[in-house]
């Protein structure tokens, strides 16, 4: 099994039942390591910090010292709070929209 199906299953299993997450793993840009970043409503009543502990308990557990360290930092943020720190990211998919077809050779 894979690292990030590993890391799915331990985050759905972490977080109360019926709460959606989106997993985004980032590129550090140096070596292998990755951030990985989860987006939730769960727990939003908490601090950043105790919800990156409550998730980081969860996954050195079920995670061999290899696969944990390629991940540099975990990060456990709201909607908002993702829409704070990459606004680009939300901009350009809302700027997606269909364009009527062009006949072809100009006609």
Not at 72 to 78: A, C, E, K
Not at 98 to 103: A, H, I, N, Q, V
């Amino acid at each position: 099994m894979s690292t990030e199906t590993k890391v799915k299953n331990l985050v759905k299993d972490a977080l109360p039942k019926g709460k959606r997450f989106q997993l985004r793993w980032q590129p550090v840009g140096f070596g292998g390591y990755r951030v990985l970043r989860v987006v939730t409503p769960a727990w939003r009543s908490l601090p950043r910090f105790e919800r990156i502990l409550k998730l980081q308990s969860a996954i050195s557990g079920g995670l061999s010292a290899k696969e944990r360290a390629n991940i540099l930092r975990v990060s456990v943020l709201t909607a908002d709070e993702y829409k704070k720190l990459h606004p680009v990211v939300l901009t350009n998919r809302s700027r997606r929209t269909r364009t009527p077809r062009r006949p072809a050779n100009g006609r």
